[in-house]
């Protein structure tokens, strides 16, 4: 039953009548109230950082690409051709495509409709159900923000209220139509919330609300939609204004040019986009969006990835542990960087593709060039990347990277991993840290975050929660009012079992940040594993204040009062779920009980008609009607 919970995504509920004997872990002493009391404030590299660059200071200004367009008009015209400077677009009226065009615009999967339609001047996405049952319910929003240039897909995000949802369709440029969004399971979501991290990387200057989970500042992106300048470049607002009143410096200290960087600091403006690794790790007291090219990104973001074991099982491996793993550069001394081979403002036209990137592999190989004879590589047009760098057809996913960044010698000859960790191994490991790399009490405290919460989804062997747990707690006793430790702290003592704990854990996270999210969500969920329904009531109430638009704050409420067998207000805040997503079996599931309960035994049965119809698991059906049964008798 646990299992079909799952599969609809009401595992909560479920605790509510199947105790499913959790142990208990043996309770150690209790938790001190978070005190910052001598810990260490965490340090500013924006304030502190010694460079001679000035625009990494936080007070400098971003302009805008349209500032720098005036004195630098070649660059701007062709960085806008380029996929980076055509990242995102709105969805106007005038937009640059046509965002419903396009093959398999309506397409049922898993017992859904999915459709792309206009609705007088604008994009709107909907869900209903397969085979177009016209008076079933329907969850429909406008498209407001296009995310991808589509040379590999886009995907769509609507704003509510200044949070933003990701849609569950999404176009896929190379296979030329519309599908399912990557990674959405329909049955369980229909939406996302947009967390700040996808919109760092694909948009210009998004500005997260602190501690919300997908929550902006509005009016959000207000200069610009696409990635800009100034994400290279750092704020441009000093040489603007210099350079308009003529300063003619020998070296120009107010814009960064990457290529005068130090080689670490000259990759990191690109690996604050293009190092996603397995899991990231804000820096204690930073968040991403702070870093400036010119800084460390390191001291902003641990990265960490898959243990190479499992890299081939995860696939998450992007252009930069490919390319770092290549005899390329290696033998450079790591002089080999993303700019020895991409103009970051250019990109070749296919055509002259294979010229360019052999001009760029000549910088080195003019000497030491290819072994294979001159005939064999001519039939290829001696096209050093076909045979060196190929593409790997079968992915369509975002994220990974097609061309092989390895610069194999042969194609690769097939996978040797065993898939297997070794006794002492951890799933994660921490990207290698650079030249700033932060203390490694730091690290240990940013490796023990991604760690917990990773074994706190998937769950650990009993070796790895003690190197886990022992990690959390060396790091709380360093810095005790360090919020998101004491957040994982809570998913840990979740996943074993230890409830009371988990939510003492997730009270402190809310002590330190009464306005976090994420703390709150945590608390909200572990009060409810823990059977401590008012707190949970209480929390999910803060929830929806914060973030209104958030049907998954409004369940949780009714998942609270449902529990507290308070069916009026559980139905009310079922309804409010529903108001917002239509389609969303688990939660018309509730409201059938709830209208049962209060007395209308027809009506229960007409929202539990409802339920079933919107949940395409046969076997789902089955427990449901099953549950519905004992709840209601
Ligand atoms: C008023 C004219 C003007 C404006 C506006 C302007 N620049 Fe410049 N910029 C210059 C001049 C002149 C140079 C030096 C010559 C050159 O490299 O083109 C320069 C140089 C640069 C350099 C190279 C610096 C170096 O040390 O090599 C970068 C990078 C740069 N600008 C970026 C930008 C960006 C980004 C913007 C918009 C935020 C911008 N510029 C706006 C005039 C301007
Ligand atoms: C602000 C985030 C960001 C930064 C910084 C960034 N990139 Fe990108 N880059 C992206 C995104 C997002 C895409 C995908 C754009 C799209 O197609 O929608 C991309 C695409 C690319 C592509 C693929 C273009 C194609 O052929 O489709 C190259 C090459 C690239 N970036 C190189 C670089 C290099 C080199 C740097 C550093 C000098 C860099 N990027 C810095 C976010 C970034
Ligand atoms: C760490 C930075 C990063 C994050 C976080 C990230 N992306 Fe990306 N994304 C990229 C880069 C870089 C590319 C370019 C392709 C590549 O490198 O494989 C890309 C490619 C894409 C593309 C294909 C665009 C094209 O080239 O046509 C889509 C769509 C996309 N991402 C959507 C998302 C969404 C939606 C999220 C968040 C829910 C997200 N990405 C999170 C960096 C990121
Ligand atoms: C994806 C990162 C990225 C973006 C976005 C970007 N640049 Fe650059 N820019 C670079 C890098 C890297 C260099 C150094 C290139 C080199 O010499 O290897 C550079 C160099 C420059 C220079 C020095 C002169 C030259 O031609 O090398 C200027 C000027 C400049 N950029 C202006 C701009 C302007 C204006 C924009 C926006 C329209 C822009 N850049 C967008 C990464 C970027
Ligand atoms: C920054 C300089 C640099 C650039 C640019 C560069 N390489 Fe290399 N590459 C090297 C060096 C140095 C070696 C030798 C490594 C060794 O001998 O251990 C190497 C080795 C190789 C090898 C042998 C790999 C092996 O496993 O034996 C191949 C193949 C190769 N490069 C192809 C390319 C291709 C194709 C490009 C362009 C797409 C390219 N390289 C660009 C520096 C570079
Ligand atoms: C040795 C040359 C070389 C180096 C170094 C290199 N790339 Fe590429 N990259 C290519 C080639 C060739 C392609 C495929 C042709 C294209 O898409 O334009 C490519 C494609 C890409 C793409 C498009 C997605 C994909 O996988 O096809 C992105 C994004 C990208 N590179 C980013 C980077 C980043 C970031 C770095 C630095 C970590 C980097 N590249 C280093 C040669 C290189
Ligand atoms: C038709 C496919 C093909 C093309 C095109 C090609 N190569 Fe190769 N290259 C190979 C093969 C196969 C080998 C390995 C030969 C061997 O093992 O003896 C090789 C070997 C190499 C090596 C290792 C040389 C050594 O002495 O160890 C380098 C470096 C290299 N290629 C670079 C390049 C560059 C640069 C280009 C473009 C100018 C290029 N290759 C074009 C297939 C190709």
Redesign the pocket.
Same mark, same amino acid.
């Given at each position: 039953m646990i299992v079909a919970l799952a599969l609809i995504g009401v595992v909560v509920v479920g605790t509510v009548w199947l105790r499913t004997g959790r142990s208990e872990t043996q309770s150690s002493s209790a938790d001190r109230p978070p005190d910052p009391g001598s810990e260490s404030p965490p340090v500013d590299p924006r304030q502190s950082f010694a460079t001679p660059y000035r625009n990494i200071r936080p007070e400098v200004k971003y302009v805008g690409d349209a500032a720098c367009a005036t004195c630098h008009d070649v660059i701007a015209q062709t960085y806008h051709q380029h996929p980076m400077g055509r990242s995102a677009e709105w969805v106007r009226p005038g937009a640059a495509v046509d965002h419903a065009a396009g093959a398999h615009s309506s397409f049922d999967t898993s017992g859904y409709r999915l459709s792309v339609v206009h609705k007088g001047d604008r994009v709107w996405h909907q869900v209903g159900l397969a085979g177009g049952d016209e008076d079933a319910p329907t969850y429909a929003v406008r498209a407001d923000l296009a995310i991808g240039s589509g040379s590999r897909g886009r995907s769509y995000v609507t704003f509510d209220r200044g949070a933003a949802w990701q849609s569950p369709v999404s176009w896929f440029g190379q296979r030329d139509r519309w599908d399912v969004s990557p990674g959405f399971d329909l049955a369980k979501e229909i939406r996302r919330p947009v967390v700040a991290r996808c919109l760092a990387c694909h948009t210009n200057q998004p500005e997260p609300i602190p501690d919300s989970l997908n929550r902006y500042r509005e009016p959000v992106l207000a200069t610009q939609a696409s990635i800009g300048c100034e994400r290279c470049h750092g704020p441009g607002e000093l040489h603007v204004k210099e350079r308009e009143r003529g300063d003619r410096p020998a070296v120009d200290t107010s814009i960064v040019n990457p290529v005068r960087l130090p080689t670490d600091l000259r990759a990191d403006v #690109?690996r604050q986009c293009?190092l996603q690794g397995a899991v990231q790790v804000a820096r204690r007291g930073l968040h991403a969006g702070e870093y400036r090219p010119g800084l460390p990104w390191e001291q902003f973001v641990s990265t960490f990835l898959w243990h190479p074991e499992l890299t081939q099982a995860h696939k998450s491996v992007g252009?930069?542990e490919q $390319?770092e793993a290549s005899r390329?550069f290696a033998g450079s001394g790591g002089q080999?960087? #993303?700019t020895? #081979?991409?103009d970051p403002h250019a990109?070749?036209t296919p055509a002259a593709?294979d010229a360019y990137?052999r001009g =760029? #592999?000549n910088t080195c190989h003019d000497s030491r060039g290819c072994s294979l004879p001159a005939p064999a590589r001519a039939e290829k047009n001696d096209s050093c990347?076909i045979c060196h $760098?190929p =593409?790997r057809d079968s992915s369509n996913v975002a994220h990974v990277?097609?061309?092989d960044?390895r610069?194999m010698r042969r194609p690769d000859t097939g996978d040797a991993r065993t898939k297997v960790l070794a006794a002492g191994q951890t799933p994660l490991v921490a990207y290698r840290p650079g030249p700033h790399a932060a203390s490694a009490a730091e690290r240990e405290r940013d490796l023990a975050i991604a760690l917990g919460d990773e074994c706190a989804r998937s769950g650990a062997p009993p070796g790895l929660w003690a190197f886990v747990e022992a990690r959390l707690d060396r790091a709380l006793d360093l810095w005790p009012a360090d919020a998101p430790t004491w957040i994982t702290r809570s998913r840990v003592r979740a996943a074993r079992g230890d409830g009371p704990r988990a939510v003492e854990a997730a009270r402190n996270a809310v002590a330190i940040k009464p306005d976090s999210e994420v703390a709150l969500i945590q608390l909200a969920g572990a009060a409810i594993a823990a059977d401590d329904y008012e707190s949970a009531a209480r929390a999910a109430e803060r929830l929806i204040t914060l973030n209104p638009s958030s049907a998954d704050h409004r369940l949780t409420r009714a998942t609270a009062y449902f529990s507290l067998k308070d069916w009026a207000k559980a139905e009310e805040n079922c309804r409010a779920v529903l108001a917002i997503q239509p389609v969303r079996p688990n939660a018309r599931f509730m409201l059938a009980v709830c209208v049962h309960k209060r007395g209308d035994a027809a009506g229960g049965k007409r929202e539990l008609d409802l339920a079933l119809r919107l949940t395409p698991s046969s076997e789902v059906r089955a427990t449901l009607s099953k549950w519905y049964a004992q709840l209601t008798r």
């Open positions: #690109c293009h252009q930069f $390319m390329c080999l960087n #993303c020895s #081979c991409h990109k070749p593709a990137f =760029r #592999c990347v $760098m =593409r990277a097609v061309t960044h610069i």
